[in-house]
T-cell receptor, first 116, second 115 residues
């Protein structure tokens, strides 16, 4: 069963505008973490932002914010004031498990193109 | 702090040959992961170590893939014999703690091409 769904294979945004990348997830665990990673064309995976399942406030890190809607099981990434350097693949991930081991699974990704 | 180190960066082999990848995690990170990322897809977990013990290897094709983590620090992933479908980027990652709030820190990956 698909646990992380990213429905947008590709997105375009104009430089300096905001963009939202969608992510929905599926889990029956009450404790889990949601993450977004950026993968530029050079290939490294860069951790951007984290949201815990018990967190009441949406997470923010600079120009990144996570729109967490627990009842809808969605964790969308919002990038404000897009820059050309934001062009990359973006992966949503969920970490769940128990003391026996936590596993991180990834969605298929969304490729973001920032236009000048 | 130094990041996750991986080598080699690129590797080209013929099918049925063997290949090995090396990873050194961030100092102090007890958990180490190997992921396979096929072009156009998200990373898929192959194996997860906690110190030098295996936590999860349910998606590791054990007839051809093997991995070890000696002394709970660096790790090697081996493929023998390689198949064409093994062409992918192999990502090593580590995390500081075992909890659900611990992000993964990735190395630059090894791009494997099997011809």
């Amino acid at each position: 069963a698909q646990k992380i769904t990213q429905t947008q294979p590709g997105m375009f945004v104009q430089e300096k505008e905001a963009v939202t990348l969608d992510c929905t997830y599926d889990t029956s665990d009450p404790s889990y973490g949601l993450f977004w990673y950026k993968q530029p064309s050079s290939g490294e995976m860069i951790f951007l932002i984290y949201q815990g399942s018990y967190d009441q406030q949406n997470a923010t890190e600079g120009r990144y914010s996570l729109n967490f809607q627990k009842a809808r099981k969605s964790a969308n990434l919002v990038i404000s004031a897009s820059q050309l350097g934001d062009s990359a693949m973006y992966f949503c991930a969920m970490r769940e498990g128990n003391t026996g081991g936590f596993k991180t699974i990834f969605g298929a990704g969304t490729r973001l193109f920032v236009k000048a | 702090e130094a990041g996750v180190a991986q080598s080699p960066r690129y590797k080209i082999i013929e099918k049925r040959q063997s290949v090995a990848f090396w990873c050194n995690p961030i100092s102090g990170h007890a958990t180490l992961y190997w992921y396979q990322q096929i072009l156009g897809q998200g990373p898929k977990l192959l194996i997860q170590f906690q110190n030098n013990g295996v936590v999860d290897d349910s998606q590791l094709p054990k007839d051809r893939f093997s991995a070890e983590r000696l002394k709970g620090v660096d790790s090697t992933l081996k493929i023998q014999p390689a198949k064409l479908e093994d062409s992918a980027v192999y990502l090593c990652a580590s995390s500081l703690s075992v909890g659900y709030n611990s992000p993964l820190h990735f190395g630059n990956g090894t791009r494997l091409t099997v011809t």
